[in-house]
């Protein structure tokens, strides 16, 4: 045994050389195989150490793989194109081809890993880095784009994460650049980003009027296409925010056309993320006109897509969407079970966008089970991360729910719910929120009346009431109706 001469790994020339050859014949005999699937003609040329002609396949791979949403492989397919790339020489040549790698990896990671998650800031901080570099050395970028692509990523990495300080004056920063630079694309992303952010802040007619302007600069032939680059496709994502502001403004039925618009859009273009994004939206809509059966369809669809997809956050929030509805359809035990651990996973992933939404939302199914302990440290850790973020148009639910909560207490606290309903009101007013300030009057109304107050109760909610053009059909609308007609 011990005298058997041991064996030699074979020299790598001849494998390299052998893999070289696959690779020709690939080429030259089989050219379907090396356009439809170059990763397959990348494996040998990797294998056959042609470096740079290695990475650009990998990276035509990538690119492929992000066009049909398959996330995963596209964020495998970039990450080795990235690493072949930084074994070539430096050169102009090899730094534009780096940017657009990084960029496009952005992406996929962004939707694998989650928004917010240090894997996705890293690579855009990655990216931005490169371009900083390059212009440095006088190497202005070919495609403007490609600056936005990580503007745009930076911010949303900052929107998810919940700092809603950043966000605003990164959205005029990107807006101001866009405007200075007068492309059409740049101007449509930044006005759907200031949009966006004003939202969040609760100031929904300026928020408003920058996504009209967002989706008058949109052009499908032109713009459809950008999907992968920037996440989302940009109307739809601005559709998708425009219908949550126009049912806070009291426009039910206008909120409801962009959110069906929205949808459309989604599936025609046949793109995950944003089909994702969609889905949610959509949710959202109908569930908060009290079309719970409708918006479960949209819940289980995301979550359905978000496995096949390896879409943690969008999987998380499908998850958390159908919880909810457990709670909202007198399941609350149900609600619990399932929004624990995905509020987990998404704080996993340093998410605290309308982290205060789904709090309050576990926090209702809690007291609904007479846990209000864990009830009301729901409520504490929501009005926590709404002064931390700055989420502010999520201000009036969340004071609404505490207010709601204290009712249903063994012994229901007045005072407190009191308290709570009347900051719900004033901040539904300074918003201009009509539809939140319904709620808070119903509420308050509700309140009144059971303590012997009836004209009061209707004095506060008639003018709210019959303030509204339409959305008649909304389960809020009926509600009111009915409890107008008990004061009267």
Not at 213 to 240: C, E, W
Not at 448 to 457: E, F, L, Y
Request: hydrophobic residues 45%; aromatic residues 6%; glycine residues 6%.
């Amino acid at each position: 045994m011990g005298d058997r001469p041991r064996r030699h790994a074979r020299p790598p020339g001849p494998r390299r050389a052998l893999h070289a050859r696959v690779a020709e014949a690939i080429e030259s005999q089989f050219t379907e195989i090396a356009e439809s699937q170059p990763e397959v003609l990348a494996r040998h040329c990797t294998e056959a150490r042609q470096i740079q002609k290695a990475a650009a396949l990998w990276g035509k791979a990538g690119q492929r793989s992000l066009a049909r949403s398959a996330l995963v492989e596209a964020a495998e397919q970039l990450t080795r194109a990235l690493g072949l790339v930084a074994k070539l020489p430096t050169s102009p040549a090899s730094r534009r081809d780096e940017i657009k790698l990084q960029v496009a990896i952005i992406t996929p990671i962004m939707q694998t890993k989650g928004y917010a998650a240090p894997e996705t800031k890293a690579a855009v901080d990655r990216a931005r880095l490169l371009i900083e570099r390059a212009e440095a050395l006088g190497e202005p970028l070919e495609d403007p784009l490609l600056l936005f692509s990580v503007l745009n990523g930076f911010w949303l990495v900052n929107y998810v994460a919940g700092n809603g300080e950043a966000i605003r004056d990164l959205a005029g920063q990107i807006l101001a650049l866009a405007e200075k630079q007068a492309a059409t694309f740049p101007l449509l992303l930044g006005h759907r980003l200031v949009g966006t952010s004003l939202l969040y802040a609760g100031d929904l007619h300026d928020a408003r009027e920058h996504l009209d302007r967002a989706i008058a600069h949109y052009d499908p032939a032109a713009h459809r296409a950008l999907a992968t680059r920037f996440g989302q496709d940009v109307r739809m994502a601005s559709l998708t925010r425009r219908s949550m502001v126009l049912w806070s403004l009291g426009y039910p039925d206008a909120a409801l056309a962009d959110a069906d618009q929205s949808l459309r859009d989604g599936r025609e273009i046949d793109h995950a993320a944003t089909l994702f994004f969609a889905l949610s939206g959509s949710w959202w809509t109908h569930m908060i006109r009290g079309n719970y059966a409708t918006a479960k369809a949209f819940a289980d669809e995301g979550v359905a897509l978000a496995d096949q997809k390896g879409a943690l956050f969008w999987k998380a929030t499908g998850m958390l969407e159908q919880g909810h509805l457990f709670g909202v359809t007198g399941n609350p035990a149900d609600a619990i079970q399932i929004m624990l651990p995905a509020i987990a996973v998404l704080r996993s992933t340093r998410t605290a966008l309308h982290m205060p939404l789904w709090l309050i939302s576990l926090a209702k199914a809690y007291a609904e089970v007479g846990r209000f302990d864990e009830a009301w440290r729901c409520i504490g850790e929501a009005i926590g991360v709404l002064e931390k973020t700055k989420e502010r148009w999520c201000d009036t639910q969340v004071h609404h729910t505490a207010g709601e909560i204290a009712m249903l207490s063994p012994q229901p606290d007045i005072t407190k719910a009191e308290v709570h309903f009347e900051r719900a009101l004033a901040v539904a007013r300074a918003q201009q929120a009509k539809s939140w300030e319904l709620r808070a009057a119903m509420s308050m109304a509700r309140l009144w009346r059971d303590q012997g107050k009836p004209q009061q109760a209707r004095d506060l909610l008639a003018p709210v009431y019959n303030w509204f053009t339409e959305g008649f059909d909304t389960l809020d609308l009926k509600e009111a109706k009915t409890l107008l007609g008990e004061l009267a």
